[in-house]
């Protein structure tokens, strides 16, 4: 649960300063320029401080590095997205994970 608080959290950030650059940027290129802005720091946050929200879900089992940077990789654009889709993600995957926790126990 904390890891989803800190994506959460990151996500949050990183919208809200990219907030206040904007108006920097020419309106014709703004929306292009914050998506490539977002997803470069998302995904540099996330492979620095290696951070996966699939291995934390269970969803990832294997620790080859490939598949842990596929984890970084998803988790980046994940948080990249804003924080409204990023909190929406997480209580679907939540709720999702205690389905199958669920379904695991009654069998």
Same mark, same amino acid.
């Given at each position: $649960?904390?890891?989803?608080?800190?994506?959460?959290?990151?996500?949050? #950030?990183?919208?809200?300063?990219?907030?206040?650059?904007?108006?920097?940027?020419?309106? /014709? !290129?703004?929306? !292009?320029? $914050?998506?490539?802005?977002? *997803?470069?720091?998302?995904?540099?946050? *996330?492979? @620095?401080?290696?951070? +996966?929200?699939?291995?934390? $879900? +269970?969803?990832?089992?294997? *620790?080859?590095?490939? $598949?842990?940077?596929?984890?970084?990789?998803? *988790?980046?654009? @994940?948080?990249?997205?804003?924080?409204?889709? #990023?909190?929406?993600?997480?209580?679907?995957?939540?709720?999702? /994970?205690?389905?199958?926790?669920?379904?695991?126990?009654?069998?």
């Amino acid at each position: $649960m904390q890891k989803f608080f800190l994506i959460f959290a990151i996500s949050l #950030v990183i919208e809200r300063a990219l907030e206040q650059i904007s108006e920097f940027i020419p309106k /014709k !290129k703004r929306k !292009k320029i $914050m998506w490539l802005l977002s *997803t470069f720091i998302s995904l540099l946050i *996330t492979f @620095i401080g290696k951070i +996966g929200i699939l291995g934390e $879900m +269970g969803i990832i089992r294997e *620790t080859s590095n490939f $598949m842990l940077y596929i984890d970084y990789f998803l *988790t980046g654009l @994940i948080i990249s997205s804003g924080a409204e889709p #990023v909190h929406s993600l997480i209580i679907s995957l939540e709720s999702k /994970k205690e389905e199958l926790k669920k379904k695991v126990n009654k069998d």
